[in-house]
Nanobody
Framework: VRLAESGGDSVQAGGSLRLTCSFS???????????MGWFRQATGLKRERVAS???????TYRDSAKDRFTISQDNVKNTLTLEMNNVQPEDTATYFC???????????????????????WGQGTQVTVSS
């Protein structure tokens, strides 16, 4: 599984950004279920999940991202996108695309981002929001 993020930039508060993750190397099957998500890590803080998409396409968000961010997955173009609107200085971080393969579809999102060989990460893209 290969993941590559792009789209990070420096913007002013209230602006918008679109992050894109290009992925390759996997597909859902009856025994392997894939889910994806966006995480971020600010300097000196722990990595946190921003949004995720389960194997059925259902999306979930952390509270601070609800109503501002939209995650979408395109399995034809093999991209995962995070649309970020009304960004704020506290959104400043390195954003990472993540994927997980899990034998249990209902457990995939819960285990997304854990350590281990079935979790995959991109190299990250920097988002900086100035006030």
């Amino acid at each position: 599984v290969r993941l590559a993020e792009s789209g990070g930039d420096s913007v002013q508060a209230g602006g918008s950004l679109r992050l894109t993750c290009s992925f390759s190397g996997y597909a859902n099957s009856s025994t392997s279920h894939y889910c994806m998500g966006w995480f971020r890590q600010a300097t000196g803080l722990k990595r946190e999940r921003v949004a995720s998409v389960d194997p059925d396409g259902k999306s979930t968000y952390r509270d601070s991202a609800k109503d501002r961010f939209t995650i979408s997955q395109d399995n034809v173009k093999n991209t995962l996108t995070l649309e970020m609107n009304n960004v704020q200085p506290e959104d400043t971080a390195t954003y990472f695309c993540a994927a997980r393969v899990d034998p249990y579809k209902d457990m995939c999102v819960a285990r997304l981002g854990l350590t281990g060989p079935t979790n995959f990460w991109g190299q990250g893209t920097q988002v900086t929001v100035s006030s």
